[in-house]
């Protein structure tokens, strides 16, 4: 007779398997992916609402299809690449996917240091961003490195939840009804070259190659089973309705109170400030929360991401739960992923710069990405019955489609520019 498991053990049960798809959720607003929300909206108002709708249905099937693979074949994608694309092939993904991360670690570094920066601030301590970031970097890549995979994911499961503070400072803003489902469902401004390059950051910020190879990763680290398939793409489900709910929640924030003013920024803590005279010194500490919050997981996620992809590759031992000892090279690529980062601020890179442009990269390096999902994902022999069936297979190629046609506007815009 089988033992009789209680409800508690499964709610528990149920929490450690999504935690994953949380945390990638909450990783998808990171410090890039906030800026670039914070400045496009500041700039476009609500008319960038529509991109962002798009990019969270992309992302939902492109990570459910990265939930599968990673749970049924037990291999990360750069795996993938370098076994059925040979070892060149597969070296370049590699080498775009830590172009990639790269970039956006300068962001997530940049992101935390001038969170914290803006969390002092509201009790009255100031220390400038440049002196914050190299003793933020040294304690928390001390702290990933000290605590293993489980503490760790309960960290961010617990800082992803912070987040909802920006629907709180959504609400005192007080939005249009009528300005927001306008703005989601229709284009409403014209499509010049600065438009059109935020609408691509703000699709890759939500897209992130990152998020995709980190969710196939952490499955096998965390060794989730092929039953619990089922909760575990749940939890991809709850993870990307959070960051959607999050994402929106900014861009109305800022679209509502700074862009009627046209206000521009250039830092998280001129976004901020010019939240006060609107919203009051609350909504500045609620903002500086989440910014700091976000900016933690974000960096958190795209580390460890680097390591898996790197150890992944040359097929050694990987993942938070080893020592350091036993997978060297996850940690030596862990930890070459923080110094770069840092080493691109010291250069002059500037938070938001750092934000936006990282997110603009993630995009040209999307359809990349999913096309190596898709081949996997579509591929029954590989797959079994967690294959994409023949609905997923024309959406996925569609998102593919769509995606390489918004990289075709783009370099269009870049070469012709309207404005």
């Not at 999504?18 to 998808?28: E, R």
């Not at 442009?357 to 022999?381: K, W």
């Not at 190629?397 to 390489?404: D, E, Q, R, S």
């Amino acid at each position: 007779m089988k033992p009789r498991i209680s409800r508690w053990n499964k709610v528990k049960h149920f929490v450690w398997i999504i935690g994953p798809g949380l945390i990638v959720g909450a990783a998808g607003n990171d410090a890039g992916s906030i800026g670039t929300l914070t400045a496009g909206g500041a700039a476009f108002g609500h008319s960038i609402l529509w991109a962002l709708l798009l990019a969270f249905i992309f992302s939902f099937f492109i990570q459910d299809m990265c939930v599968r693979v990673g749970t049924v074949t037990r291999k990360g994608l750069v795996e993938h690449a370098r076994m059925r694309f040979g070892f060149r092939v597969g070296f370049l993904y590699l080498i775009c996917f830590m172009v990639v991360n790269f970039s956006i670690m300068v962001a997530g570094i940049a992101g935390m240091a001038a969170g914290l920066e803006l969390l002092l601030s509201c009790i009255g301590f100031y220390a400038p961003y440049v002196i914050l970031a190299p003793i933020i970097t040294l304690f928390f890549w001390a702290f990933l490195l000290k605590e293993g995979y489980g503490p760790v994911e309960r960290v961010f499961s617990v800082v992803s939840m912070i987040l909802f503070v920006y629907v709180f400072v959504a609400f005192l803003a007080q939005p249009s009804a009528e300005a927001v489902v306008m703005g989601t469902l229709w284009v409403t401004h014209i499509p010049t070259q600065y438009y059109i390059f935020y609408i691509a950051a703000i699709i890759g910020s939500t897209i992130s190659p990152y998020m995709q190879f980190y969710i196939t990763s952490a499955i096998i680290d965390k060794n989730i089973k092929i039953r619990d398939l089922r909760n575990e793409r749940i939890g991809n489900l709850l993870g990307i309705s959070f960051e959607g709910i999050e994402a929106f929640a900014i861009v109305i924030v800022t679209a509502t109170v700074l862009f009627p003013g046209g206000i521009l920024i250039d830092t998280p803590r001129d976004a901020a400030l010019a939240l006060v005279p609107f919203l009051g010194i609350y909504a500045f500490a609620l903002f500086s929360l989440g910014f700091f919050s976000s900016s933690l997981t974000g960096a958190g996620v795209v580390v460890s991401s680097s390591g898996y992809a790197f150890s992944e590759f040359f097929g050694v031992e990987r993942g938070m739960s080893k020592k350091v000892h036993e997978a060297f090279l996850f940690y030596f690529m862990f930890t070459a992923v923080f110094l770069v980062g840092y080493g691109a601020l010291l250069l002059g890179v500037t938070p938001i710069q750092a934000m936006v442009y990282s997110m603009f990269i993630c995009f040209i390096f999307s359809p990349i990405v999913l096309y190596l999902i898709l081949i996997v994902a579509n591929d029954r022999d590989l797959m079994g019955p967690y294959a994409n069936g023949s609905v997923m297979k024309v959406l996925g190629w569609a998102i593919f489609v769509i995606l390489l046609l918004f990289n075709g506007i783009l370099l269009f815009s870049t070469i012709w520019p309207t404005g």
